[in-house]
C-alpha cells in the first residue's frame, strides 16, 4: 500500500470550457471549468491544476475568472500553467490566489524564466 497518496486533479481548459483531446486529434468539450473544479474538491481532490491548453497558440492566459472561482471555492492548493513567460504574468497569477505556478513552452523560449521565477518567488 502506498502511504499518504494525493490525488491531483488536472483540469484542460479552452476559455472557460473543459476539454479533453480525442486520440491527439481536436478537442470534445466536457463542460464548465468551474464545475469541474468544485466536483473535484467536493470529490476529495488533494490539489488542482488548472490548464490553459492554447495558452501558448494565442500567446496569453485566459484563466483569470477560473483561477478566481477556484480559489474562492476551493480550499486546497491550485496550480495554474499556460501563458505564463514573465515573472509579472507568475506574480499576477498568485495574486489571484494560485499556489503555485507551472511552467512550460515558455521554459525552453526564454532559459531564464524559471530562475527568474524562482528568485522572485522561491523554489519549493
Request: charged share 30%; glycine share 8%; no cysteine.
Amino acid at each position: 500500500m502506498i502511504a499518504n497518496p494525493r490525488i491531483i486533479a488536472r483540469i484542460d481548459i479552452k476559455g472557460s470550457r473543459v476539454v479533453k483531446g480525442i486520440k491527439f486529434e481536436g478537442q470534445k468539450v466536457y463542460g464548465n471549468a468551474n464545475d469541474f473544479s468544485k466536483k473535484y474538491y467536493e470529490d476529495g481532490a488533494d490539489e488542482i491544476i488548472l490548464i490553459d491548453t492554447v495558452a501558448s497558440l494565442y500567446e496569453r492566459n485566459s484563466l483569470d475568472e477560473v483561477i478566481n472561482f477556484s480559489t474562492e471555492n476551493t480550499f486546497i492548493p491550485i496550480t495554474v500553467e499556460g501563458g505564463i513567460k514573465s515573472v509579472e504574468n507568475g506574480r499576477n497569477i498568485l495574486r489571484k490566489g494560485a499556489d503555485k505556478i507551472s511552467i512550460n513552452s515558455s521554459a525552453i523560449k526564454n532559459k531564464m524564466l524559471i530562475k527568474n521565477l524562482s528568485k522572485e518567488f522561491g523554489s519549493q
